[in-house]
């Protein structure tokens, strides 16, 4: 039994727990963080000292950061193309996910998400949510064509790469701002939209994470 310490509106939680639900793993999560607190405790900061969620706990493992998480999971839990064993065959698998979290996530999730969602009206910097935008625009572009080759970001089958990258997506296509039309990766989107992981942990209203104003 897998333990998940960490709040379904998290876009970090909701990567791993979308991961470990993909694989059939058993496991509990624990409402933690944002409203929930309980980060500052002394429990807690013994298994994260910077006070974050996730947190995963798997018998005598207990481990943050979400990527690590996720590189965890997969490759005790995962099979085939999910995580490959060799360096060669991981090797693209690794590159996106990395890119999905580094460029993507800042983008969308950092920068958008949080002028539209995390921020008073009269408050909002226009600037960055405008930079945001024309990244995400860009980065989606560079997602279209690999997803118009591969069928997956990474490959012919999805995933951990899909992970990474698919986790900003319900953000980005669900957000009040203009979308170039990528069909390419529409139609990734709604096939993520139909896998039932997918729906339950990654499609959670951020309407509880609104400020007033926003």
Request: aromatic share 12%.
């Amino acid at each position: 039994m897998l333990t998940i310490h960490g709040r379904a509106t998290s876009s970090n939680v909701q990567a791993v727990m979308w991961a470990v639900a993909e694989l059939g793993l058993a496991h509990e999560r624990r409402d933690v963080g944002g409203a929930f607190g309980g980060t500052d405790t002394d429990a807690f900061r013994a298994m994260n000292p910077m006070g974050r969620v996730p947190v995963l706990q798997d018998g005598d493992v207990t481990m943050f950061e979400s990527q690590a998480i996720l590189r965890y999971v997969a490759a005790r839990y995962g099979t085939g193309a999910f995580w490959p064993e060799g360096a060669v065959a991981r090797a693209p698998v690794d590159q996106w996910m990395e890119w999905a979290k580094t460029a993507v996530a800042p983008a969308v999730v950092y920068k958008v998400f949080w002028q539209l969602v995390r921020t008073a009206k009269a408050d909002r910097d226009h600037a960055t949510l405008a930079e945001g935008v024309a990244e995400a625009k860009a980065l989606m572009q560079v997602a279209e064509a690999q997803i118009a080759q591969h069928g997956w970001l990474a490959g012919p089958e999805m995933s951990l790469a899909d992970i990474a990258f698919g986790t900003s997506l319900y953000r980005y296509f669900t957000l009040p701002f203009e979308r170039a039309d990528y069909p390419h990766l529409r139609r990734y989107y709604d096939q993520l939209c139909d896998r039932p992981a997918y729906a339950e942990h990654v499609m959670v209203s951020f309407e509880p994470l609104r400020v007033a104003g926003a």
